[in-house]
């Protein structure tokens, strides 16, 4: 049933038929790489070192706390989140600049809480 898509029309699902579905697939896989071309591999350091800490820190991260745990300087993860947050992308900072979210967890109460089997608990952006 690989490459496959239901739709559910009443009490029935149907096969689509791949001719109908993969070419708007293809359209969104172009738009999100478009969008995502700024990203370069520091960008990506940034935003994966977030998802991670954020659970173990279960509060937001500021940008000392991130150039530290990857050896970078503070006005260069300063700079990415910058870019990040510019671009719409990813992450979220507070007003103190400590960053409150990356997708997909949150440091902030939301309605949809997450608990890992390493213990830790963390909120879904």
């Not at 103190?96 to 952006?125: C, K, M």
């Amino acid at each position: 049933m690989a490459n496959n898509l239901m739709s559910g029309i009443w009490r029935h699902i149907l096969p689509v038929p791949p001719m109908l579905w993969e070419k708007r697939v293809q359209q969104a896989r172009s738009k999100i790489e478009r969008r995502l071309v700024f990203m370069t591999p520091a960008h990506r350091k940034v935003h994966h070192y977030a998802v991670r800490e954020l659970p173990r820190a279960a509060s937001p991260l500021s940008p000392e706390v991130i150039a530290e745990g990857l050896g970078m300087s503070p006005r260069q993860v300063s700079d990415l989140l910058d870019d990040l947050e510019a671009h719409m992308t990813f992450l979220y900072r507070n007003a103190d600049g400590h960053v409150t979210w990356a997708y997909p967890v949150t440091a902030e109460p939301t309605p949809h809480h997450l608990r890992f089997d390493s213990g830790e608990q963390i909120y879904a952006a």
